[in-house]
């Protein structure tokens, strides 16, 4: 039974640029939820979907936006890349009546 | 103030000894806890949840204080493989949840 998946484990882009990360939940899962983990940081709460809408999101400024399919997968997109932006990105899903999340190995982001 | 607070660190104990680790909360509405793990470069995975009647799993046991807003985690006969980083967790409320996370705290085992 495979996890979370996310997709790239690695990316480095330039300042400016725009990226998408991709992660699809474990089988059975229908809650996805994005963080972004700095270096010696907790992750922090990103936003969370369900049912294919956004249902809640944390401190993030609008570059940060999301989007969740059908099939339950979900893409994070980031525009206008920020130094400070390099993160590990993780997603974790959840199943209905379950409280704990499993997440993904994450995405490294890094921005030049 | 932190939503989570956690003593960041690091704690070096040798393998065998018993080492607990603290978070408080600031959000009383905070309704469900949790402790992960996150070994180095490595997504954070569930160690356990966290009950107010105290749970244990094995060498673990967890404690919630809700008066004091409060959470423990006992590791008892430590091995070398519980060197990680322990993420103390709370959730709001369920149904429209985000997980706010500590900054964890980094155990090393010493053999």
């Known amino acids: 039974d495979a996890g979370v998946t996310q997709s790239p484990t690695h990316l480095i882009k330039t300042r400016g640029q725009q990226v998408t990360l991709r992660c699809s939940p474990k089988s059975g899962h229908d809650t996805v939820s994005w963080y972004q983990q700095a270096l010696g940081q907790g992750p922090q709460f990103i936003f969370q979907y369900y049912e294919e809408e956004e249902r809640q999101r944390g401190n993030f400024p609008d570059r940060f936006s999301g989007h969740q399919f059908p099939n339950y997968s979900s893409e994070l997109n980031v525009n206008a890349l920020l130094l400070g932006d390099s993160a590990l990105y993780l997603c974790?899903?959840?199943?209905?009546?379950?409280?704990?999340?499993?997440f993904g190995s994450g995405t490294r982001l890094t921005v030049v | 103030r932190k939503e989570v607070e956690q003593d960041p660190g690091p704690f070096n104990v040798p393998e065998g000894a018993t080492v607990a680790f603290n978070c408080t909360y600031s959000?009383?509405?905070?309704?469900?806890f949790f402790w992960y793990r996150q070994d180095c470069r490595k997504e954070p995975k569930l160690l356990m949840s966290?009950?107010?009647s105290g749970n244990e799993d094995g060498r673990f046991t967890a404690q919630l204080n809700r008066a004091s807003q409060y959470i423990s985690l006992l590791i008892r006969d430590s091995k070398l493989s519980d060197s990680a980083t322990y993420l103390c967790?709370?959730?709001?409320?369920?149904?429209?949840?985000?997980?706010?996370f500590g900054t964890g705290t980094r155990l090393t085992i010493i053999p």
């Open positions: 966290v009950y107010s």
């Open positions: 967790v709370v959730n709001i409320f369920f149904g429209n949840e985000k997980l706010t």
């Open positions: 974790a899903s959840r199943g209905q009546g379950r409280w704990g999340y499993t």
């Open positions: 959000n009383s509405a905070s309704q469900s």
